[in-house]
């Protein structure tokens, strides 16, 4: 069976809509739109304020609110959304942010479903009536394109390769679903520790402070953390400062940390090692400040100042709160 | 209790490699191959629980080609010493799809007790083989693992996922399969007695023939319509005024661009 529908599976982030899910809504509104289908969300346990949320975006919420969804696991996701394709039938995509969360159940579903997935695309379109994405590969040395040949298809799609959408008219319709999750399925959760205190989500900030090995001394990464309260931004780090012991892992920036595709990125104090710059070929605007003339970051940014970061951040700081 | 472990490894080009396009069709990859960052890091994280629990048993599963058995190699120089290559070279342009049928399929008649992958593979960046395994296998599975803790006795795990701003920790019993992150463990560099070793090493065979997969077409699914370049950065415009002015002045630049 089948529904002439495309899903957005909505992930919520300390209490709100993460910004790639607005994004996707806006994707899957076009999309859908294009070939006569019709945008829907999904919204897995949540509550009221973000089913509103999802509503002034997407015509269609599917909303199921069982008490087992409430905290995230793989397992019990794929479950509950494979159920929801059974009674509602299969939809032609299904579209989630390329974050933890959506890497770890979005391949999983796929596979269960026996269909195709393709992951971290920073594009989607129509390939005839088939849809198609494109995607880095080779740590963004090149890019694919891939057409998906079976439906459900599904794709983890990365920050910013979308817009955010306009507000609808008319907020969109909410449907209560019901699905249940068995008891015993899963892992069990027993605790959770915070490791960036406060800080906003790296993945999802439009605009990242960095800092390298160049800041120094720990202490001088403070700056770093006020120029990102002042963009409303979040803080990253060089695998150095990592393996100083200086940071935790979460927030490097690279190869073997995480791939960013934020609106701005200020690399401060950063040499610009390849398997660094790997992590933000997708980031719109590079601002380097690296007091070496020749130092690699300069290839990978759009503007450049030779200088000390410890002088420059505080101008910065200073101007833009102004 | 004693515990059996799969560790899935694959051969990809180095970080530092150069890849650009031939074609839209093919790619031009420099010939510098190594282990999958992560998986090395999966590897590391087997010989770590042996070493606290040594009745474990470890083996290493590579599907591919003829360089899959370098990736097999690399395992028997860190110290993994039973290795399996599986296929041939019609699996190195398969899709992630087919890929995961083949590995779950021989992991199947093995029955091992923990899987660890890498998060991603360092040629198509995927992180998508190891939760469709699990899907296959219908065993629970958790990626981007930054800690594993036996539970001395119980024949439980303790999982540390690393997620936006925190790790999460999880309890499981066996099967499992986890996902190799960074931070999981710190691959050691193999002694010269380990490398001369496993350059003798013979992996043991599995063709795909025995693998009861003649159902299932590779590619049927995903189907690659072009390679492109990457988009370009146009050239750094540099900011030569002496501070404070330049700060000014990149502002300005920022402001005119809407991302400040
Ligand atoms: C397999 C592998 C994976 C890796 N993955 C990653 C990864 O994911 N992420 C990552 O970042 N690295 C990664 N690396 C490490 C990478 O190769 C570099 O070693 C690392 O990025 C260097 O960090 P850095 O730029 O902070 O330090 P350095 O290379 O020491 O650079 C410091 C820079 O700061 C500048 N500087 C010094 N003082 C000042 C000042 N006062 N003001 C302004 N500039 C100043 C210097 O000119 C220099 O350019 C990886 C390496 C390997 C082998
Ligand atoms: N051909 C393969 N042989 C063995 N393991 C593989 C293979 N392809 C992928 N894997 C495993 O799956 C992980 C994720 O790969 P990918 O989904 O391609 O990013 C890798 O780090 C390996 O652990």
């Given at each position: ?18 910004r ?16 006569g289908?019709h ?12 089913a ?7 015509p ?16 019990r ?41 393709a992951?971290s695309?920073v594009?989607?379109w ?27 298809a ?20 909410i ?9 015993d ?16 989500d ?21 700056l ?10 979040a ?15 979460d ?46 970051i300069?290839k ?23 | ?13 180095d ?30 994280a087997a ?15 590579s599907?591919?080609?003829r ?22 070279e019609?699996?190195?342009?398969v899709d ?11 992991l ?5 007790g ?5 998060k991603?593979?360092g ?16 065993i629970?599975?958790a ?12 024949g ?7 997620a ?5 920790y999880?309890?499981s019993?066996?099967?499992l ?7 999981l ?57 002496p501070?404070?002015e330049?700060?000014v ?12």
């Amino acid at each position: 069976m089948n529904c002439k529908e495309i899903w957005v599976i909505a992930e919520i982030r300390q209490g709100s809509l993460t910004r790639t899910t607005s994004q996707l809504l806006g994707a899957a509104r076009k999309l859908a739109e294009q070939q006569g289908l019709h945008a829907a969300a999904v919204l897995l346990g949540g509550e009221q304020t973000q089913a509103d949320e999802l509503a002034r975006k997407v015509p269609l919420i599917l909303w199921v609110k069982e008490p087992r969804l409430e905290t995230y696991e793989a397992s019990r996701y794929a479950y509950a959304l494979r159920q929801l394709i059974e009674v509602r039938g299969s939809p032609v995509a299904i579209l989630t942010g390329a974050g933890a969360a959506g890497l770890e159940f979005l391949p999983r579903l796929s596979m269960s479903c026996d269909s195709a997935y393709a992951s971290s695309c920073v594009d989607l379109w129509w390939e005839g009536s088939e849809l198609a994405c494109r995607r880095p590969v080779y740590g963004g040395k090149v890019y694919e394109e891939l057409a998906l040949s079976t439906k459900p298809a599904f794709f983890t799609v990365r920050p910013g390769a979308f817009a955010v959408p306009e507000n609808l008219e008319t907020p969109g319709k909410i449907e209560a679903v019901s699905v249940t999750v068995p008891e015993d399925l899963g892992l069990d959760l027993i605790e959770r520790k915070r490791t960036t205190a406060g800080q906003k989500d790296l993945s999802e900030a439009a605009r990242v402070v960095a800092g390298g090995r160049g800041m120094g001394v720990p202490e001088n990464f403070k700056l770093l953390e006020e120029l990102a309260g002042v963009l409303d931004g979040a803080v990253g780090v060089s695998r150095a400062v990592v393996d100083a012991g200086w940071f935790p892992h979460d927030i490097q920036v690279g190869k073997s940390g995480k791939t960013i595709s934020p609106e701005l990125y200020i690399a401060c104090g950063i040499s610009g090692a390849i398997h660094h710059v790997l992590g933000i070929n997708t980031a719109k605007v590079v601002v380097a400040i690296n007091k070496d003339p020749d130092a690699a970051i300069f290839k990978s940014a759009d503007y450049g100042i030779i200088g000390d970061a410890l002088e420059i951040l505080p101008g910065l700081i200073e101007k833009l709160k102004v | 209790m004693s515990l059996k472990i799969a560790v899935l490894v694959k051969q990809v080009p180095d970080h530092e490699a150069i890849v650009q396009l031939k074609s839209d069709r093919e790619l031009d990859i420099e010939e510098r191959y190594v282990c999958s960052f992560f998986d090395e890091v999966a590897i590391e994280a087997a010989l770590n629980i042996k070493k606290d629990n040594p009745e474990t048993e470890i083996f290493a599963l590579s599907a591919g080609g003829r360089r899959a058995v370098d990736a097999l190699r690399r395992a028997v120089a860190m110290g993994i010493d039973n290795v399996e290559h599986i296929g041939d070279e019609t699996l190195e342009t398969v899709d992630n799809y087919y890929t995961a049928r083949v590995l779950a399929a021989r992991l199947k008649t093995q029955q091992p007790g923990l899987i660890i992958c890498g998060k991603q593979a360092g040629d198509d960046d995927a992180a998508a083989v190891g939760p469709m395994v699990a899907a296959l296998l219908n065993i629970p599975h958790a990626s981007a693992v930054v800690s594993l803790e036996m539970a001395a006795g119980t024949g439980r795990i303790k999982i540390g996922r690393e997620a936006e701003g925190e790790v999460q920790y999880f309890e499981s019993g066996f099967p499992l399969l986890v996902t190799a992150e960074k931070g999981l463990a710190e691959p050691h560099v193999p002694v010269v007695m380990r490398v001369m070793k496993a350059m003798k090493t013979q992996a043991a065979h599995i063709p795909i023939e025995e693998l009861g997969l003649a159902d299932i077409e590779p590619g049927g699914r995903v189907r690659r319509l072009r390679y492109a370049a990457p988009p370009e950065r146009p050239p750094v415009t540099m900011i030569e005024q002496p501070f404070p002015e330049n700060v000014v002045e990149l502002i300005n630049h920022l402001r005119q661009g809407g991302v400040v």
